[in-house]
């Protein structure tokens, strides 16, 4: 079972508010991964870091999207001004790297 | 670029029957291969993994899946589907280097009826 912890469960925004979700990995796993679930079930990967450093962020991320895995603290992802659009299930991962991707329940953001 | 067809959008299987949920995946190299399943409102769970090796591959709850390189399949195989695996399945992929990040096929929604 994954111990990938992720808070809040459920977020409420209206438009042009920030949203801001954390994550914590589980124990040993340097990699750590934000994916985008919408509503037809479409995963769109956002941002994954190694040891806090960024891997690879999408496009989207570098505009309105900011993210971090600081040591020693939880990671996060933050939108800055929320759009309809952005309402979906966020989903953290993490891993050992080339290996297996263990999933947090997610946070289920709404934007009104 | 990768790419992952699930091409049963849904299924429907009564229970105690056999299912088989498919998976074909394009890749220049063969990926990791991993079977996800999503039940109402939560996370995603680990059902199996392939690596490389025996091309038959058992997971948790009584699943198998086969690795196909010539087909460029993955599919998922349970013999006695039980009610409570209704659910979304998801076959992902992902390459040995660069940003490990998965790639996912649309999902099968599997309802199971008495």
């Known amino acids: 079972n994954s111990k990938v912890i992720q808070t809040p469960r459920y977020l409420v925004k209206g438009q042009g508010q920030k949203a801001k979700m954390r994550c914590i990995p589980e124990k040993g796993h340097p990699v750590v991964f934000w994916y985008q679930q919408n509503k037809n079930n479409e995963f769109k990967f956002l941002i994954n870091f190694q040891n806090q450093e960024v891997l690879q962020q999408i496009d989207m991320t570098e505009k309105r999207f900011s993210a971090e895995c600081p040591s020693n603290s939880p990671c996060s992802l933050e939108i800055q001004s929320s759009e309809a659009g952005d309402s979906a299930l966020y989903l953290c991962?993490?891993?050992?790297?080339?290996?297996?991707?263990?999933f947090g329940p997610g946070t289920r953001l709404l934007v009104l | 670029a990768q790419s992952v067809t699930q091409p049963d959008a849904r299924v429907t299987v009564s229970e105690g029957a056999s299912l088989q949920l498919r998976c074909k995946y394009s890749s220049s190299v063969t990926p990791y291969l991993f079977w996800y399943v999503q039940y109402p409102r939560q996370g995603l769970q680990l059902l199996l993994k392939?690596?490389?090796?025996?091309?038959v591959v058992q997971g948790v709850n009584g699943f198998e899946a086969e690795f196909s390189k010539s087909n460029s399949s993955f599919h998922l195989r349970k013999a006695s589907v039980h009610w409570s695996d209704s659910a979304v399945y998801f076959c992902a992929v992902s390459l040995n280097t660069g940003n490990y990040k998965y790639v996912f096929g649309a999902g099968t929604r599997l309802k199971v009826i008495a």
């Open positions: 991962a993490s891993s050992l790297g080339t290996d297996t991707q263990y």
């Open positions: 392939y690596y490389s090796g025996d091309p």
